[in-house]
Each structure stands twice: as structure tokens, then as C-alpha cells.
């Protein structure tokens, strides 16, 4: 698996107009990033059997002997059903201790004792992958209600270019991450973005009940992931970008978890 933190986001550039790239390991981001423990496998279901589909390189899973096509027969002795209970297994696991592996390589099973790695995640994918791992829907409509710039020298259309990049980032880490569990899905954007305009929303502050209400009738959403970005500029060629995004349940109007990434 890789680092959540790395998928999204990232340093926001001014070259006229402003454009959104990746975060490079050495750039590594702060924020309130929760540490949690990981093999760097990552598994796809054929016949109801876990095959792993990909490995990190240089992470405990590839450094013990883990390969391509394995099955993952058991976990400390657990029956992996879902990608999401091995991923809880793993959520639960301390700095410094083990998962002991068992995988079928061509009929004959092999047995890894496995020290993890710890990694940093992002508050909201802890939670989701909870309401997962709990057989929960979770369908989620991803809104970036705030874009906002200290600088007096801000082209046009920066608010616009921002806001596209960053939805269009976080549905994809969402896809990525968990798209492969039939009980999670994203909000078409198309669809979305037509219940915004009808209620006129200017991307100006956090969601309000009324819309929350109508965008879970209207779609189907379970949850709101809901996105403010925020530039500060200092001396020349100095700024701080602050993102928060936060897991709203729709039903309630309760914040579930909420991310906080800061890059200078």
C-alpha cells in the first residue's frame, strides 16, 4: 500500500495559472495524520479468495517473500474475507509487532511471521474503512465548500482550477482505496454538481443542513466528504496551503473524522 498522504494533495504551484501536483516523498506534508500499521500488499477477490495483486517495494510483505498471485489463506489465524477486515486487522496492530501470514503459493501453503511497517493515513479512510468493515453503505459525495487565497494577485480563475483538482483527487483516492468493496461508492459528479447550482451554492463555507439533506435525497449518499482549502503567502515564494476535509454523515449532520494537511 502506499502512503495515503502522498496519493493526495499537494503543493499547490503559480505558473499563471495554478496547477495541482502529487506530493513527492521528500515534500512530506503535516497534519493530523493517524500512524497505523501495513504489510505492502494489496489483495483482489477471485472465487472469494484474496490473490495478491500488488506488492510495495522494499515493505515487509515483498522484503519476507510474499508474491504476485499468492492467496492469503489466514492472517494471526483470522479467514480474510474482505479487503477491509485485512486492513482492520492491520489498523489494530502496535509499532513493532507481527502478523503472522499464511498463503497458498500453487497448492502448497507457507507460513510468514511478518513485522509491520508503521505508515500515516488520514483520519477519514480510518473511518470509512470502519463503516465498511461494520457491512455499513457508504456512498460518498465529495464538495469542496471553500477555496480561499491571502495573496491580492490571484488569477481568475484559480479558485476554479483548485477546486476541479481537488475533487477530482479525492475521488480518486476514494476509488482507489476502496472501490473494490461493492458496499462503497462515489457521487457522480455530473449529478452533483446540478443539485449544487439548483440550491445556488458559492463554494463559500461548509455545507449546510438544507443541502446536506437534499444531496443524500437526490443521490443516495450516505456522507459528505467535505473539502476547504486555504492559501496563506508570506515573503516572496513563501506559503502555507491548509486543507481540511471533513466525513459528515448525512443522516445526522455528524462529522465523523476530519483530515488537516498543512504544506509550506
Known sequence: MRRIFIIILGIILFSGCAGLRTLRESEEPEGNFVEVARLGVNTVYINNEPVVKALRKDFPAELAGVKLGDIIVSADGKIIKTNMAFRSLMDNKQRGEH????????????????????????????KINKLLDENKKVTIAVVVSEVKNSSQNVPKD??????????????????SDFGEDEKFSVVDRSRLKQIL??????????????????????????????????RFRGRINDQDDILNARLVEIESGKVLAVDQIITH
Open 99 to 126: 502478523v503472522v501470514l499464511v498463503i497458498n503459493r500453487k497448492g502448497q501453503q507457507i507460513k510468514f511471521d511478518i513485522e509491520t511497517r508503521m505508515i500515516k493515513v488520514r483520519p477519514t479512510e480510518i
Open 158 to 175: 484559480w479558485a476554479d482550477s483548485i477546486r476541479n483538482n481537488l475533487q477530482s483527487d479525492h475521488e480518486s483516492f476514494l476509488l
Open 197 to 230: 447550482e439548483e440550491f445556488q451554492f458559492n463554494q463559500l463555507g461548509f455545507v449546510s443542513d438544507k443541502l446536506r439533506a437534499k444531496i443524500g435525497e437526490m443521490t443516495g449518499a450516505t456522507h459528505i466528504l467535505d473539502i476547504s482549502f486555504s
